[in-house]
């Protein structure tokens, strides 16, 4: 089973799938990872990514996940995964693919990304990624809100899944 974490920036994302990981005693991917220079140069900037920036970092975490697939390994990774379009790219039509949505107010999330130092991502860019965020419903992930404690929104996760 192949679990992403999604949500906009400041959600938490990867402490999230850290933790999810460390319960379920498989390996962690920050999606991030995957990013381009060009693309992190951009957000850096301020400057939202296109489409046309996201398909290729997309595609790439998709080969990792098909990866960890073939290995018969459980895994998470974290993606923001923002479009229905772009979670179709993650999921690759596979059943075993399950996200994590974390859900937010976007003063908490604000709050956060102030917080928050020594990332690429500038904060700026929050209303952009909720303007793009085409929020999953309940056939297409586990909604988490973001307001409960890190072990809280793990345990919600696990209690939702089906092994």
């Not at 850290?18 to 991917?29: G, K, P, V």
């Not at 996200?99 to 952009?128: I, Q």
């Not at 793009?132 to 072990?151: C, H, K, N, Q």
Request: aromatic share 8%; glycine share 8%; proline share 4%.
């Amino acid at each position: 089973m192949i679990f992403i974490v999604m949500g906009v920036s400041g959600a938490g994302k990867t402490r999230i799938g850290e933790l999810l990981a460390e319960r379920l005693s498989c390996s962690f991917t920050d999606g991030d990872a995957f990013h381009s220079e060009a693309n992190k140069e951009k957000m850096h900037r301020g400057i939202p990514l296109t489409d046309d920036d996201r398909w290729p970092w997309l595609r790439t975490i998709r080969a990792a996940i098909e990866a960890k697939e073939r290995a018969g390994e459980t895994a998470v990774f974290t993606c923001s995964s923002l479009k229905r379009s772009y979670r179709d790219i993650l999921r690759g039509g596979d059943p075993d693919v399950r996200f994590v949505y974390l859900k937010g107010t976007f003063d908490v999330l604000k709050a956060r990304l102030g917080a928050r130092s020594g990332h690429f991502f500038n904060s700026s860019l929050l209303e952009s990624q909720l303007d793009t965020l085409e929020e999953p419903g309940p056939d297409e992930a586990i909604e988490v809100s973001i307001d409960l404690t890190p072990e809280q929104m793990v345990d919600s996760v696990i209690a939702q899944t089906e092994f």
